[in-house]
């Protein structure tokens, strides 16, 4: 059996973290086992899906990562496909029309509120003569559900897990206006598409009982399924804007890189021993079901903090540099030249991209600069004198790491200060804070004419 898995959002808003996890198990689980990983965009509720929201969930795909194979599938295009299924098993007496009316519906549903028992549709017109349907009133076509025994589901997460077919109704599977019901359409694609593994959150769990249903009465084999736990709040609480960052595209702005992103989504309900730094070739490896566990797990973005501050040591300085650039809207090729300069020493001290934009903003600006209440702590009298001193000697001669090196500590060797006495204050000039990669290298980016000028500027 050549494994196909799918992942099947709706676009009716944004790529949530939930979802993104969701895609990047089906990811997994296919290059794991050799086999084929599915896109199909369900966009069947056309009030509510947007093209907006179908880019928004490409996008958050491709940032993290995870490229589907074969075409998209867009459920809207195979109305007729869902339509002719139904009528195929309508034809084979699995479905009937029902031609009960709203008001109708709304009586029995009273009724069962009213003697305490759960609503479950017991159609006259499942067993009724349709030569006694009323004129002018279009029916929908609802499924025979069986009546007798149960349905099981053996859960590849789960285990397994049953349900009495006398919870089951006779649910619709095409509407009155001739359009497709959530949960027929997406039986129907599954087998179209080949779908030998369904792995979504649990909360479709329900879901699978009745499209069971749909799977039977077409003679179709099932795929083996797998619901995974949902991700809440660190309070327990069912994640939501409350919590922080719930879209993929948000953290992309909030700094995370996509490959601490999915490390972390990785590690949250699945696990391979202690281990907890996981590339995405060493993921494929190792994934499968057999890790995924049951309990619902809880977002912690300090963890995913500290993951990205790993994944940021590693990355390419070109490509933080380019990065950074776009979030400080910098062109100026010798801008970029100084950011990459000091990327090494930059990216060591930064948890996000956020905050490395932030500590390398200063190499943007131009004199007169703003200073921090720390930085004008450091620039006393006596430090601008200091500072002028520098200024002169660092003039003439060579500009290289190694001659700012030695100018440096001859001057704190002249003046009898330590090294870090005569580097706080120039820090603190050039960058206007305290903080800033080492000081020789902090020059060397900002080059000779501007690092004498920020120098010499009049200070608060």
């Not at 195929?88 to 029309?97: K, P, S, V």
């Not at 598409?193 to 069971?212: E, K, P, S």
């Not at 390398?360 to 200091?386: G, I």
């Not at 090196?405 to 060797?413: D, K, V």
Request: with cysteine; charged share 25%; glycine share 6%.
């Amino acid at each position: 059996m050549t494994v196909r898995t799918r992942f099947a959002p709706s676009p009716t808003g944004l790529l949530h973290i939930g979802g993104a996890r969701t895609a990047l198990f089906n990811f997994l689980f296919a290059r794991h086992h050799g086999g084929t990983f599915l896109l199909r965009v369900e966009d069947t509720d056309r009030e509510r899906s947007t093209d907006a929201a179908t880019q928004m969930i490409l996008q958050g795909l491709e940032w993290l990562g995870l490229p589907h194979d074969e075409q998209t599938v867009f459920q809207s295009t195979r109305q007729a496909r869902h339509t002719e299924v139904a009528l195929q098993m309508l034809a084979a007496g699995r479905a009937y029309r029902c031609y009960l009316s709203a008001l109708e519906l709304t009586a029995m549903r009273e009724q069962a509120t009213a003697e305490k028992r759960p609503f479950r549709l017991n159609s006259p017109w499942r067993d009724r003569d349709p030569a006694e349907a009323p004129e002018g009133v279009a029916p929908v076509i609802r499924i025979r559900a069986p009546q007798e025994g149960e349905t099981i589901v053996h859960d590849l997460v789960q285990g397994e897990v049953r349900v009495a077919n006398t919870e089951l109704d006779d649910m619709i599977i095409l509407r009155s206006d001739g359009t497709p019901t959530y949960l027929h359409a997406v039986v129907v694609d599954d087998h179209d598409m080949a779908i030998t593994h369904v792995i979504r959150g649990d909360d479709h769990l329900t879901n699978t009982f009745r499209q069971i249903m749909v799977f039977n009465a077409n003679g179709w084999d099932l795929p083996h399924f797998a619901h995974i736990p949902l991700i809440h709040g660190a309070d327990g609480a069912k994640l939501s804007k409350r919590h922080g960052a719930v879209s993929v595209l948000e953290f992309r702005e909030q700094g995370f890189l996509p490959e601490a992103v999915c490390n972390y989504l990785l590690r949250l309900g699945w696990g391979h021993g202690d281990a907890e730094i996981v590339d995405r070739n060493e993921a494929i490896r190792l994934f499968d079901l057999d890790g995924v566990g049951r309990a619902a797990s809880r977002m912690d973005h300090a963890k995913l903090t500290h993951l990205n501050a790993h994944y940021m040591r590693l990355a390419d300085d070109d490509r933080l540099t380019a990065d950074v650039a776009q979030r400080l809207s910098v062109t100026d090729p010798a801008i970029i030249a100084r950011l990459r300069s000091l990327m090494p020493g930059l990216k060591e001290r930064a948890r996000t991209m956020v905050e490395l934009a932030a500590s390398a903003a200063f190499l943007t600006l131009s004199v007169p600069l703003t200073f921090d209440a720390k930085a004008l702590a450091q620039l006393t009298d006596e430090a601008k004198a200091l500072l002028t001193e520098v200024a002169d000697a660092l003039e003439t001669g060579d500009f290289t790491l190694e001659a700012i090196n030695n100018t440096l500590r001859a001057i704190a060797e002249r003046t009898g200060r330590k090294l870090g006495q005569v580097a706080q204050p120039i820090r603190a000039a050039l960058s206007g804070t305290t903080v800033s990669p080492p000081i020789d290298a902090t020059l060397v980016a900002l080059g000779r004419a501007e690092s004498l000028a920020r120098l010499r500027a009049d200070q608060p």
